[in-house]
T-cell receptor, first 114, second 113 residues
Framework: DADVTQTPRNRITKTGKRIMLECSQT?????MYWYRQDPGLGLRLIYY???????NKGEISDGYSVSRQAQAKFSLSLESAIPNQTALYFC?????????????FGPGTRLLVL | GESVGLHLPTLSVQEGDNSIINCAYS??????FIWYKQESGKGPQFIID?????DKRQGQRVTVLLNKTVKHLSLQIAATQPGDSAVYFC????????????FGKGTKLSVKP
């Protein structure tokens, strides 16, 4: 079984709709992250959380919100989706003792906003 | 400003040859660097890491070199195989232990049989 799972894997939505992307992990890590990936731009950090009561904005948080429901769950919401939020979204976790800040990524969610 | 970038966006090598993927960074305060491999349709996968108090670290068929003088990082893959075909990203930590990685834009490695 995968250590970091994301649902859904693919999603098509319309402009203005609210959607939620979910991430779960079984690695027991405290830290979780949401990134978006666009062609030619690499991975950019949206939000990150170091524990259940901690939420931090990343480089591109505008238009997004997150919720850390439990240590193992970190969801990303688009309150009112717009076409330029079409991208590949990755969740990641870190916190494994002794391996520095290595982040472990989920398989990604491909989002298309029409 | 802080940046992590790559010298070559694409790299094509013959199977069996060695590959070298380069990365430049601009923040001299960065103290931890990671190389990730991303295959088509998958999330990035950890390959190897190195701390700033080291200049070389070896793994299985991979070696990471860090030159702090010129702020340069490289990933060497020995005896490149078709399964090595992927996009490779370097990443650096800014802010020490906070785990906030800055990723480069990636280099696509294509291995010719």
């Amino acid at each position: 079984d995968a250590d970091v799972t994301q649902t859904p894997r693919n999603r098509i939505t319309k402009t203005g709709k609210r959607i939620m992307l979910e991430c779960s992990q079984t690695k027991g890590h405290d830290r979780m992250y949401w990134y978006r990936q666009d062609p030619g731009l690499g991975l950019r950090l949206i939000y990150y959380s170091f524990d259940v009561k901690d939420i931090n904005k990343g480089e591109i948080s505008d238009g997004y919100s997150v919720s850390r429901q439990a240590q193992a769950k970190f969801s990303l919401s688009l309150e009112s989706a717009i076409p330029n939020q079409t991208a590949l979204y990755f969740c990641a976790t870190s916190g494994e003792q002794g391996v520095g800040e290595t982040q472990y990524f989920g398989p990604g969610t491909r989002l298309l906003v029409l | 400003g802080e940046s992590v970038g790559l010298h070559l966006p694409t790299l094509s090598v013959q199977e069996g040859d060695n590959s070298i993927i380069n990365c430049a960074y601009s923040n001299s305060a960065s103290d931890y660097f990671i190389w990730y491999k991303q295959e088509s349709g998958k999330g990035p996968q950890f390959i190897i890491d190195i701390r700033s108090n080291m200049d070389k670290r070896q793994g299985q068929r991979v070696t990471v070199l860090l030159n702090k003088t010129v702020k340069h990082l490289s990933l060497q893959i020995a005896a490149t195989q078709p399964g090595d075909s992927a996009v490779y990203f370097c990443a650096e930590t800014v802010g020490g232990s906070q785990g906030n990685l800055i990723f480069g834009k990636g280099t696509k490695l294509s291995v010719k049989p």
